[in-house]
T-cell receptor
Framework: NAGVTQTPKFQVLKTGQSMTLQCAQD?????MYWYRQDPGMGLRLIYY???????DKGEVPNGYNVSRLNKREFSLRLESAAPSQTSVYFC????????????????FGPGTRLTVL | AQSVTQLGSHVSVSEGALVLLRCNYS??????LFWYVQYPNQGLQLLLK??????LVKGINDFEAEFKKSETSFHLTKPSAHMSDAAEYFC????????????FGSGTRLQVQP
């Protein structure tokens, strides 16, 4: 089991360029998430997908789009990168347990370190 | 909305000393609480979780945390720090059981001095 995998590990973009961050999980989880991590701010939710075919905005969605390609894969796209999007991006997946609502142990990928010049 | 506050962005302890990392939450309903650890240049790894089964929760690597409803706290402790514990630690709360997303604190970087 690879868990959650992300590609690429590192990327440098120029302002205005576009790119797609890829994420895949092999744990048969329904829910997947994209976070960004910035110094002193913890992790902030960009978008999430509760199940295949659904996506919803998180706390900081502006400038991003997502695609839940199938149950395994959830990609994050930057259409026109800006320096403010320089960050470390983490993908996560989870399956609720414990009955109604349950709890939400999330499994994280290793991250993509993105620099926008 | 729920939120998490981690007191102290940096904590430094000597090897063998007690580790105490503080986390306070706000929630109008019983929360689910988590501690994650992030080693340098790696993703987040779950240390332990509180899901209302027991107020004292034991995790990996001898870490534990106690849920105190009266203080709205979920502080992380370890009796004796090891050099390998140097990392960043995040407290998180289940933001909304319907949406199943987590709200994270800003993190505490633990430094262990020899």
């Amino acid at each position: 089991n690879a868990g959650v995998t992300q590609t690429p590990k590192f990327q440098v973009l120029k302002t205005g360029q576009s790119m797609t961050l890829q994420c895949a999980q092999d744990m048969n989880h329904n829910s997947m998430y994209w976070y960004r991590q910035d110094p002193g701010m913890g992790l902030r939710l960009i978008y999430y997908s509760a199940s295949e075919g659904t996506t919803d905005k998180g706390e900081v969605p502006n400038g991003y789009n997502v695609s839940r390609l199938n149950k395994r894969e959830f990609s994050l796209r930057l259409e026109s990168a800006a320096p403010s999007q320089t960050s470390v991006y983490f993908c996560a997946s989870s399956e609720a347990e414990g009955g109604v609502g349950g709890y939400n142990e999330q499994f994280f990928g290793p991250g993509t370190r993105l620099t926008v010049l | 909305a729920q939120s998490v506050t981690q007191l102290g962005s940096h904590v430094s302890v000597s090897e063998g000393a007690l580790v105490l990392l503080r986390c306070n939450y706000s929630s109008s309903v019983p929360p689910y609480l988590f501690w994650y650890v992030q080693y340098p240049n790696q993703g987040l790894q779950l240390l332990l979780k509180y899901t209302s089964a027991a107020t004292l929760v034991k995790g990996i690597n001898d870490f534990e945390a106690e849920f105190k409803k009266s203080e709205t706290s979920f502080h992380l402790t370890k009796p004796s720090a090891h050099m390998s514990d140097a990392a960043e630690y995040f407290c998180a709360v289940n933001q909304d059981t319907g949406r199943r997303a987590l709200t994270f604190g800003s993190g505490t970087r633990l430094q262990v001095q020899p």
